[in-house]
């Protein structure tokens, strides 16, 4: 009997809707979804912002909303909650992310890691200078890190746009320096960002972290049992006084990047409890209940975690919380830009001059001189076409651009300029990265 003579017709309306959610679930999945997403909710954040509903805009994001525990109320705006809150999951995956990499991806072998840190490193401090030769003095200056960062999500999206064309090493070369370049502005953030260290903190962050390391001590693998630790160590940096966020990376890290060891290999488990599936057939759904749940378990300990809690995470973090910060920070109002204030234009174009053409030449140079100096060299497959490709999408810098942005500024002006040069450096880096792919990649085959 084959598989085909198994089907059982369905009727049409289910039909079409599993054609649909098929067709929905695969757009899920293509990585130039996320990135259209984000675009999607930063246009709608910017015509919000500047239509006739601008107060409402302004107004949802003040709305303040609070949680009581023990007698203890957190009351804080909505803005904070994305901030501060739902953005801690995205550091969470970015701090996996790292983790995986430095232990079997591209970090882990140090000769092939050497060219990407450097293209990173050299990614960072040219557009710093870059922004600092348009704005040398305070308060401006305060956003030299604005430009440094890169959007993963944008860049690997607009990579996917190009198609088949452009080879494989590309986009893991692109990937590691967004990893790298992520990773430094996360210790950015944690140096340079952070308020005055309160050590009432300490007590909360040890705990968590003891708590963590005693849970995968125990072999405990259900991620919904580290939501507890979670929240005490983001109330723990939160009370420190560093970024709530850096939680999500320090929990990140410490995520193990192996399978939890089991008695017998859950391969082993899985072909067993599978069988017992299918000679119970004939005792009804009830006689599969205990194998199923068995069968679930050994699924879940085949994994890492890192991959299993990433790809549990991945959807939420790209089609719900980047969207939501991007809707909630994109939204500058045009009328409030004061456009005869040199230092508002000194921020807008230092950070687009930056992002656009300080990120590329940046990473360039950096890579040019390892290579010249034998520090590094090309990976195999990869071309100095291929390199000038990553620097143009590597100065797409929008969300970890803008959450910089938040906490170098306080004052609506010189926020509101930041946002725009962001935008502006990160679509002409867009246009020009598309452009240099379709020319020497799809046009030519290579």
């Given at each position: 009997?084959?598989?085909?003579?198994?089907?059982?017709?369905?009727?049409?309306?289910?039909?079409?809707?599993?054609?649909?959610?098929?067709?929905?679930?695969?757009?899920?999945?293509?990585?130039?979804?996320?990135?259209?997403?984000?675009?999607?909710?930063?246009?709608?954040?910017?015509?919000?912002?500047?239509?006739?509903?601008?107060?409402?805009?302004?107004?949802?994001?003040?709305?303040?909303?609070?949680?009581?525990?023990?007698?203890?109320?957190?009351?804080?705006?909505?803005?904070?909650?994305?901030?501060?809150?739902?953005?801690?999951?995205?550091?969470?995956?970015?701090?996996?992310?790292?983790?995986?990499?430095?232990?079997?991806?591209?970090?882990?072998?140090?000769?092939?890691?050497?060219?990407?840190?450097?293209?990173?490193?050299?990614?960072?401090?040219?557009?710093?200078?870059?922004?600092?030769?348009?704005?040398?003095?305070?308060?401006?200056?305060?956003?030299?890190?604005?430009?440094?960062?890169?959007?993963?999500?944008?860049?690997?999206?607009?990579?996917?746009?190009?198609?088949?064309?452009?080879?494989?090493?590309?986009?893991?070369?692109?990937?590691?320096?967004?990893?790298?370049?992520?990773?430094?502005?996360?210790?950015?953030?944690?140096?340079?960002?952070?308020?005055?260290?309160?050590?009432?903190?300490?007590?909360?962050?040890?705990?968590?972290?003891?708590?963590?390391?005693?849970?995968?001590?125990?072999?405990?693998?259900?991620?919904?049992?580290?939501?507890l630790p979670g929240l005490l160590l983001w109330w723990?940096?939160?009370?420190?006084?560093?970024?709530?966020?850096?939680?999500?990376?320090?929990?990140?890290?410490?995520?193990?990047?192996?399978?939890?060891?089991?008695?017998?290999?859950?391969?082993?488990?899985?072909?067993?409890?599978?069988?017992?599936?299918?000679?119970?057939?004939?005792?009804?759904?009830?006689?599969?209940?205990?194998?199923?749940?068995?069968?679930?378990?050994?699924?879940?300990?085949?994994?890492?975690?890192?991959?299993?809690?990433?790809?549990?995470?991945?959807?939420?973090?790209?089609?719900?919380?980047?969207?939501?910060?991007?809707?909630?920070?994109?939204?500058?109002?045009?009328?409030?830009?004061?456009?005869?204030?040199?230092?508002?234009?000194?921020?807008?174009?230092?950070?687009?001059?930056?992002?656009?053409?300080?990120?590329?030449?940046?990473?360039?140079?950096?890579?040019?001189?390892?290579?010249?100096?034998?520090?590094?060299?090309l990976p195999e497959g990869m071309s100095w076409q291929?390199?000038?490709?990553?620097?143009?999408?590597?100065?797409?810098?929008?969300?970890?651009?803008?959450?910089?942005?938040?906490?170098?500024?306080?004052?609506?002006?010189?926020?509101?300029?930041?946002?725009?040069?962001?935008?502006?450096?990160?679509?002409?880096?867009?246009?020009?990265?598309?452009?240099?792919?379709?020319?020497?990649?799809?046009?030519?085959?290579?």
């Amino acid at each position: 009997m084959t598989p085909t003579s198994l089907r059982q017709p369905l009727p049409p309306a289910q039909r079409l809707t599993q054609r649909a959610l098929s067709a929905f679930e695969h757009l899920l999945h293509v990585q130039a979804s996320s990135g259209t997403v984000l675009l999607l909710a930063s246009v709608v954040a910017l015509i919000w912002a500047n239509s006739a509903f601008s107060t409402s805009y302004v107004a949802l994001w003040h709305l303040e909303l609070g949680i009581s525990f023990a007698g203890a109320t957190i009351a804080q705006p909505l803005h904070f909650w994305i901030n501060d809150g739902l953005m801690t999951l995205f550091f969470l995956v970015v701090g996996m992310e790292v983790r995986h990499e430095i232990h079997a991806g591209s970090l882990s072998r140090l000769r092939e890691a050497s060219l990407p840190v450097f293209a990173a490193l050299g990614g960072v401090l040219v557009p710093a200078l870059v922004f600092l030769a348009f704005n040398h003095e305070a308060p401006q200056r305060a956003g030299w890190a604005v430009p440094t960062a890169t959007d993963i999500a944008f860049a690997v999206g607009l990579l996917a746009l190009l198609g088949r064309s452009i080879p494989h090493q590309v986009r893991v070369f692109l990937l590691a320096l967004a990893v790298i370049d992520d990773l430094v502005a996360v210790l950015i953030i944690a140096v340079f960002y952070s308020g005055g260290l309160d050590a009432a903190g300490l007590p909360w962050i040890a705990l968590a972290l003891a708590l963590v390391l005693l849970l995968q001590h125990l072999g405990v693998n259900r991620a919904l049992v580290y939501v507890l630790p979670g929240l005490l160590l983001w109330w723990g940096v939160l009370v420190l006084g560093a970024h709530p966020t850096l939680a999500g990376v320090m929990l990140g890290l410490m995520t193990p990047v192996e399978p939890l060891r089991r008695r017998i290999p859950p391969m082993t488990l899985i072909k067993r409890y599978g069988w017992q599936v299918l000679r119970r057939q004939d005792g009804g759904p009830q006689a599969w209940v205990e194998p199923l749940r068995k069968l679930k378990r050994a699924q879940r300990d085949l994994l890492p975690p890192t991959i299993r809690i990433q790809a549990l995470l991945h959807l939420w973090v790209a089609f719900l919380v980047m969207p939501l910060f991007a809707l909630a920070n994109a939204g500058i109002s045009l009328q409030e830009l004061d456009w005869g204030n040199s230092v508002a234009t000194g921020v807008t174009v230092g950070v687009a001059v930056a992002l656009a053409a300080g990120k590329p030449v940046g990473i360039l140079l950096t890579c040019w001189l390892a290579i010249r100096v034998g520090w590094g060299r090309l990976p195999e497959g990869m071309s100095w076409q291929g390199l000038v490709l990553v620097g143009l999408f590597a100065g797409v810098g929008f969300t970890m651009s803008i959450f910089i942005a938040l906490l170098a500024f306080d004052g609506e002006m010189l926020l509101n300029a930041t946002k725009l040069g962001v935008l502006l450096g990160s679509v002409v880096a867009a246009c020009l990265g598309m452009g240099w792919g379709w020319l020497c990649f799809r046009r030519t085959g290579r």
